[in-house]
Every structure is written in structure tokens, then in C-alpha cells.
């Protein structure tokens, strides 16, 4: 065993037990502790383990002394489950972080680093950030997607906060990412950002997957329902799918997951699992912060309220026995209308990535954070869930234009969704149609006609709000002008 480790791990879920193992696999000597001490030892003790270079430890002070300067110390721990929090705290999760922290501090030294690999809110990671190096320490606050084989085997990962602590984990971090490139060479791990950049950069990617999965599986309940197709033709129509511009990790485990049979029953497993979802939050937290910038992401708030809907399953069994609507089959040509939902399903999700680029673009211009546009979609490239062939076509467009304001307006994706309009138009009708609902690729149409039109109904809007609360306005005929304000009460036509 090493005398000093490289780096320390706590908290030792599956994705901290998997970080860990890669990172020897890499010849990294790693540190690990976890408060529940048992789990140090029954780790350590695991045939697959107790001959690598992986030191337990049994508190903090023994995690801190077991590595090497500059220390570096990387959380993995779950929300609220390293330390007591205060009863009366209202985030418990966050107190608990902050408390590891604190200690920490006291134990390391200036220069040392701790890092949080958690979804942690970038808020959070911001103000943890300042208050770290103002104790001499460094502290990095980074997003690692790609679940629990991603994290074992080669993960995304998107790292922010003090600038000075990335050469000391570049080594580290990059090594045991995922990578791509025609040489299998590229990390999917850069440096995002100060501060909290690279948990803000996590939330989009996760914000991106909540739409992602909304749409595939809006584009199955389409199949399933408007033409009728079985499980083993969603498989095929899949397969097909993930070897054209979808190829996808998305595709192609919803292809996968069409094949698998239940054991007990013999029928497709798909069917008998309850349509409720759930959900872990980063999800809100993008649609909340889209709100608080202005930015338009109606395909991540569409995805959560969908998620939210699908959960209240008791109400929606009442319903069903009390609203009606229309109901049928589509019928047309089967092989063109499955060709129009995958067009559908491809240009939807082209708005969808529109709209996360536009809120980090906007978050970047409002915290001060020097985002790379085109580098950020290689680290998505590979390891994470929303990994697909489809990200080189953004990073092509951010390396021609770094100041592009819109997907939508580079010439590769202006032709993709204009080519796929008619088919796009032609699912959300039918789904209107037959009363098969898809939120989330009507979401994405009106997104797409609404940026594309030079005026909306806001004018009216604007007088609304001008009539009842004398918000003013401004006028097309006199730029610069203004703002106006009107007594429509006094100019209204009086009733003859």
C-alpha cells in the first residue's frame, strides 16, 4: 500500500464505490470513508478490491491524513446523509453538506482541494466557492453523469470553482472520463468555469434528459397508439432510429428495453410497469432558473409537469371514467407516419437543446462565467445520458459561430427542421387528432413558430397590462421613444 494516497473519496454508494475503483484502474491510490464506518470495511475487505490501492479509513482526520499534498478530498455523499442536520433546517441535505465541509477545513490545509461530486444547486456551490478560498483552501464543485456504469467505467464529467485546484485534479478527472474522437482519445472532462459553472452545466445536461426521455417517449406513445405496432416493431423501429441522426444512448437502450420479458409472467415488462414517474429535481431547478432569466426552456417545464401529471395515476383513473374525447387509429400509410414521428421526434429534439444552449448562454452573461459553447457538447459526447452522435453537429456549429444565439440559426439545423417540418406538423395534428397527448412535441413546435415570428400577440398583452396596472408600453413608430402610457378608460369607444 501506498504510504500517501492521491486522492481521497467520501461516501461510498455505488457511485462512489465505481469512482473509486476507476481511479485505480488508472493507478490512482485512493482514500475512501463513509460515515457508517461498517461500509469502509466491507468495501476494503470485497475480493475485487483488497488488492488494489485503496486505503479505508475511519474518520475524517484519518482520511485527511492518509493523502498526499496538496490533499484533495472528493464528496460523494447522498443529500442530507453525512452528518446530522439541525431539526430545524430547512434543507437538511444542504446543513449536512456544509457541515463535512466545515470539517474539512479545519482538518486540510491552504492549497488543499475539496471537491463535490454531488448534484449539488449551483448556488449552493457558488457561495461554497468564496467561502472556502477565503480559508486558504480551493474548492471545486463538478457534475459526474453517466449513472453507475459511467461512473465505473467512464463517466462525463464537468468540473468548476477555483480555477488554481484544476491542474491538481486534470490528471485525475480526465483520466478516468469517458472518451471520444475517431482515436477514442478526447476526454468528455474539461475545465467548465468559476464558481458554480460546472453544476449549472450538469442541471442543463440533466434539464436536456428530462426532454430527451419526454420525447422518445412521446414518440412510443404515438407508435403505440396511432398505428397499433407491438413491442417487437417498436424494437426494430428503434434499431433503425439509433443508426441514423438519432443514434443515441437514449435510442438505444429504449430499443433494449422493448426486447426484455418478464420472468413471472412471460409478457413484455414494458406493460406492466406503472405509468408513474419520479423525478430527483435538477429538472425544476433548470425550469426555475429559466424563469428567473427570462429564457424560454418550455421543453424541460413541459417534461417536469408531465412527470408531475403522470404521478397523480389515482385522478387520472377517476377521469378516465368521466371526460371523453375522440379515440382511433391513424389511417394512413403506417411506414411514412413512422417515418414522420421519428422527423418529429428529431426536430423536437433540436429545440430542446436550442433552448438549453440559449439558458446557459443567458446564465453565463448573468454570473460571469466564461462557458465554452462548443467544448461543453464534447463533454456530452461520451459517458453521460444525453451522449449522442447528434453533439458534434453542435459543437461544429459553436466552432464556426462561438457567438451563434440560436441553434435553430446555424445552417445545418435551420435545413434539419425545416425538412422536417410538414412531418413534424403532421404528428402533433394527429396526436390532436386522436386525442394521444405529446406536451412535449407541441411544446417544441410552438417554441420553434413563435422564435421564427418577426411579431406576436404581446402588443396586446402589453395594453392588458398598460389598461389595468399602467405598466406603459413602447411603440413600433417611435423607437427610442417612450415608455407610453395610455387612460383607456378615457379613450375607450363608448358603447352607442
Not at 444552449?357 to 448573468?366: D, I, L, N, P
Request: with cysteine; net charge negative.
Amino acid at each position: 500500500m501506498p504510504e500517501k494516497c492521491d486522492i481521497g473519496l467520501m461516501g461510498l454508494a455505488v457511485m462512489g464505490e465505481n469512482l473509486v475503483l476507476n481511479m485505480e484502474d488508472h493507478g490512482f491510490s485512493v482514500a475512501v470513508y463513509n460515515r457508517t464506518t461498517s461500509k469502509v470495511d466491507d468495501f476494503v475487505g470485497r475480493d475485487d478490491v483488497k488488492n488494489r490501492k485503496i486505503v479505508g479509513t475511519h474518520s475524517l482526520q484519518e482520511l485527511v491524513d492518509a493523502l498526499a499534498k496538496p490533499r484533495k478530498v472528493m464528496l460523494m455523499i447522498k443529500s442530507g446523509d453525512a452528518v446530522p442536520a439541525p431539526a430545524d433546517q430547512l434543507y437538511p441535505e444542504v446543513a449536512a453538506a456544509d457541515a463535512v465541509i466545515e470539517q474539512l477545513i479545519e482538518l486540510m490545509e491552504p492549497g488543499d482541494v475539496i471537491i463535490d461530486g454531488g448534484n449539488t444547486h449551483f448556488r449552493d456551490t457558488e457561495r461554497r466557492t468564496k467561502y472556502v478560498e477565503s480559508k486558504g483552501l480551493l474548492y471545486i464543485g463538478t457534475g459526474v453523469s453517466g449513472g453507475e456504469e459511467g461512473a465505473r467505467f467512464g463517466p462525463s464529467i464537468m468540473p468548476g470553482g477555483s480555477e488554481k485546484a484544476w491542474p491538481l485534479v486534470k490528471p485525475i478527472f480526465q483520466a478516468i472520463s469517458a472518451k471520444v474522437g475517431p482515436k477514442g482519445d478526447i476526454p468528455c472532462c474539461e475545465w467548465v468555469g468559476p464558481r458554480g459553472a460546472g453544476h449549472y452545466v450538469k442541471m442543463v445536461h440533466n434539464g436536456i434528459e428530462y426532454g430527451d426521455m419526454q420525447l422518445i417517449c412521446e414518440a412510443y406513445w404515438m407508435l403505440k397508439n396511432a398505428l397499433g405496432v407491438s413491442n417487437a416493431e417498436l424494437y426494430d423501429i428503434f434499431a433503425e432510429w439509433n443508426r441514423g441522426e438519432l443514434d443515441s444512448y437514449l435510442v438505444e437502450i429504449t430499443r433494449d428495453i422493448f426486447s426484455v420479458k418478464d420472468p413471472e409472467t412471460g409478457g413484455d415488462l414494458v406493460d406492466l410497469i406503472l405509468d408513474t414517474a419520479g423525478a430527483k429535481g435538477t429538472g425544476k431547478w433548470m425550469s426555475q432558473l429559466a424563469l428567473d432569466l427570462g429564457a424560454p426552456s418550455t421543453l424541460v417545464t413541459t417534461a417536469v409537469y408531465a412527470r408531475s401529471l403522470s404521478a397523480a395515476k389515482d385522478a387520472r383513473v377517476r377521469a378516465s371514467k368521466v371526460l371523453g374525447g375522440p379515440s382511433g387509429k391513424y389511417q394512413g400509410d403506417k411506414t411514412e407516419f413512422v417515418e414522420h414521428v421519428r422527423q418529429a421526434l428529431y426536430a423536437s429534439k433540436i429545440c430542446s437543446y436550442a433552448q438549453g444552449y440559449v439558458q446557459m448562454q443567458a446564465a453565463a452573461k448573468e454570473h460571469g462565467w466564461p462557458l465554452q459553447f462548443g467544448p461543453i457538447a464534447m463533454l456530452w459526447r461520451g459517458g453521460c445520458i444525453i451522449r449522442a452522435v447528434f453533439l458534434e453537429r453542435i459543437k461544429e456549429a459553436f466552432d464556426a459561430d462561438p457567438n451563434l444565439e440560436n441553434l435553430l440559426l446555424n445552417p445545418y439545423f435551420k435545413e434539419a427542421v425545416e425538412n422536417a417540418q410538414n412531418a413534424w406538423r403532421n404528428v402533433v395534428k394527429t396526436a390532436v387528432d386522436l386525442a394521444i397527448p405529446v406536451p412535449a412535441f407541441a411544446a417544441a413546435l410552438a417554441y420553434y413558430d413563435s422564435y421564427r415570428s418577426e411579431r406576436l400577440p404581446a402588443n396586446l398583452l402589453q395594453a392588458q397590462r398598460d389598461y389595468f396596472g399602467a405598466h406603459t408600453y413602447k411603440r413600433v413608430d417611435k423607437p427610442g421613444e417612450g415608455p407610453f402610457h395610455t387612460d383607456w378608460i378615457r379613450e375607450r369607444k363608448q358603447p352607442e
